[in-house]
């Protein structure tokens, strides 16, 4: 009988020690795959297909890439970067709407705006600790407009608090001179410079796609504009192109490119392109317009139908009848 008991016990102290062994294991197992797990979600994906984990070494290079993409950012069509400090403003714009910037300041500075319809503009500029008002004189250079003041400077140390940019007298007065006709009049409108080299990535097909858009024939330089991607880096290479290219097959594929964009840089290129001397890259333009329904791009419009090619002016009068439809006359 104790014989019996002490294989019986045996036997338990066995199977114990095999659960204790399989608990152990699945323990394990399951802190591994834990870890992996946490280490899956460290992972942070910084942008141009580069991902690193969140080490305190890599904390500090995901802080360092990021101040390099502002900067970076700023290098492309239609950026800036700002910052207000104690009444004093440092500003770099490269073919920026003028009027995003000055909301922006307006917004921090609690600053109230006002301003016409023709009062927007792309700047390119570089000011460094200046004052609101000589960040003013600099981007509305072309411009009048008129600023107000608080008796002291608030707490972030300025004294603007309000800024009325151009009228509606001058905006309307504009709109009847401007124009693309006999009489001396021109729709003249300069885009920035497009400086600096296109950069759609490192990856081999990126760069094969950059040299087509800038040493294949027109053919493939058009059919390469249509393969580009409208995040940043693909826009900025879309302006370059169109504003260095002659080409008409070329600066038409960027406007179909561009079309659906409704936002200011990619409307002034729309704009630009009304000056075209081929033809049918001034009636896409026009379509593009028409489209849009902008009135605010009447006048330009307006220009085209002086122009000196009949099919310009027939459509040009269409769209324009589209867009004041319900507004005044331009010709009052």
């Given amino acids: ?18 659960i204790l062994i399989i608990i152990n294991f699945i323990f394990i ?8 797990e946490v280490e899956q979600l460290e992972v942070i994906d910084i942008g141009n297909g580069t991902q690193i984990t969140t080490t305190e070494s890599a904390s500090q290079a995901v802080q360092v890439n990021s101040t390099q993409s502002s900067v970076e950012q700023t290098d492309l069509t239609g ?4 910052e207000l400090n104690n009444g004093a403003v440092t500003l770099s714009a490269n073919g920026a709407s003028r009027m995003t910037i000055i909301n922006e300041i307006a917004s921090q500075i609690d600053m109230k705006v006002a301003a016409s319809n023709s009062a927007d503009k792309l700047i390119s500029t570089k000011q460094r600790s200046v004052t609101v008002d000589a960040v003013l004189r600099e981007i509305l250079n072309d411009i009048n407009y008129r600023t107000g003041y608080r008796d002291t400077p608030n707490e972030m140390g300025f004294r603007i608090n309000n800024l009325v940019v151009g009228s509606q007298s001058n905006e309307r007065s504009s709109a009847a001179s401007d124009g693309n006709s006999a009489d001396g009049t021109s729709i003249e409108f300069g885009l920035p410079p497009a400086a600096g080299e296109i950069n759609l990535g490192s990856e081999p097909e990126e760069i094969e796609l950059v040299q087509r858009l800038q040493f294949g024939a027109a053919e493939d330089r058009a059919i390469a504009v249509s393969e580009l991607m409208m995040d940043p880096l693909g826009f900025d290479a879309a ?24 936002y200011f840089v990619a409307r002034q290129m729309v704009v630009s392109a009304l000056q075209d001397q081929n033809k049918q890259v001034v009636l896409y333009a026009l379509g593009i317009i028409d489209s849009h329904g902008d009135f605010t791009l009447a006048p330009q419009v307006e220009a085209l139908t002086n122009h000196f090619d009949t099919e310009v002016v027939e459509y040009a009068k269409e769209v324009r009848e589209s867009l ?6 331009l010709n009052e």
């Fill in 1 to 18: 009988m104790r014989e019996m008991r002490k294989l019986i016990l045996k036997n338990l102290m066995c199977r114990l020690s095999l």
């Fill in 29 to 36: 197992v399951g802190c591994e795959q834990q870890s992996s």
């Fill in 79 to 82: 950026g800036y970067s700002l």
């Fill in 239 to 262: 302006y370059k192109i169109f504003a260095r290219d002659e080409s008409p097959d070329v600066r038409l594929a960027v406007l179909e490119l561009i079309e659906s964009e409704d």
């Fill in 324 to 329: 004041t439809e319900g507004y005044f006359d």
